[in-house]
């Protein structure tokens, strides 16, 4: 079982920045890929970053590219998503997941939630 908690959420102006963190209690926190997801009101859960079980590998929605870095800490068992040029479109809920596998851009394929933290952005 993994119990996932997100923090770090909050208000911030257009162009600031925010870092979420995302601690895993699991044993073998180095055996599971990492991603975060965004949902905004009224829409579905959507891609934003992930990275694998290494940190080698990272992957990111084009919305976020060259604004968001995903990061691990296999010593504390965290993850990070460092945001920076927040936008207004940026705004809703950051849900962290973990799936025993490579990493997926599919909210359908990960395997544990965390409950989300908010994000808003005003312009």
């Known amino acids: 079982q993994v119990h996932l908690v997100e923090s770090g959420g909050g208000l911030v102006q257009t162009g600031g920045s925010l870092r979420l963190s995302c601690a895993a209690s699991v044993r073998a926190f180095s055996t599971y890929s990492m991603g975060w997801f965004h949902q905004a009101p009224g829409k579905e859960r959507e891609f934003v970053s992930a990275?694998?079980?290494?940190?080698?590998?990272?992957y990111y929605a084009d919305s976020v590219k060259g604004r968001f870095t995903i990061s691990r800490d296999s010593a504390s068992n965290t993850v990070y998503l460092q945001m920076n040029n927040l936008k207004p479109e940026d705004t809703g809920v950051y849900y962290c997941?973990?799936?025993?596998?490579?990493?997926?851009?599919?909210?359908?394929?990960?395997?544990?939630w965390g409950q989300g933290t908010q994000v808003t952005v005003s312009s």
């Open positions: 990275i694998d079980w290494s940190g080698d590998t990272t």
């Open positions: 997941a973990a799936r025993y596998s490579s990493p997926s851009y599919y909210v359908r394929d990960y395997d544990y």
